[in-house]
């Protein structure tokens, strides 16, 4: 079965860093990954990070300057590299992207499990 996995997540003291991964597990003919999302407690869910066409990324206000999204093709693996983190930036973080299974497959969306990242002192 297929599932997009998050990792990296962890308790950092304000000003840390944490690289957060996305990867699919199981096999997979082709994945897009659409961008990185997330929920702190008692909020909606909100796009961080999304990867736009031209190779070209975007960012929420809140996290410029400090998060930086990218991608390895060769490991089909999409990354948050997250500095000088805030105790707001405390949540679940979520990637989401397009998975097909085989060249035949439909192309299906995917969320997973999310990580916890915890910024406090």
């Known amino acids: 079965q297929v599932q997009l996995v998050e990792s990296g997540g962890g308790l950092v003291q304000p000003g840390g860093s944490l690289r957060l991964s996305c990867a699919a597990s199981?096999?997979?003919?082709?994945?897009?990954?659409n961008g990185w999302y997330r929920q702190a407690p008692g909020k909606e869910r909100e796009l961080v990070a999304v990867f736009l066409s031209g190779g070209r990324t975007e960012y929420i206000d809140s996290v410029k300057g400090r998060f930086t999204i990218s991608r390895d093709s060769a490991k089909n693996t999409v990354y948050l590299q997250m500095n000088s983190l805030k105790p707001e930036d405390t949540a679940i973080y979520y990637c989401?992207?397009?998975?097909?299974?085989?060249?035949?497959?439909?192309?299906?969306?995917?969320w997973g499990q999310g990580t916890q990242v915890t910024v406090s002192s």
């Open positions: 989401n992207a397009d998975l097909k299974r085989t060249f035949y497959s439909s192309t299906l969306n995917y």
């Open positions: 199981g096999s997979i003919f082709s994945i897009n990954v």
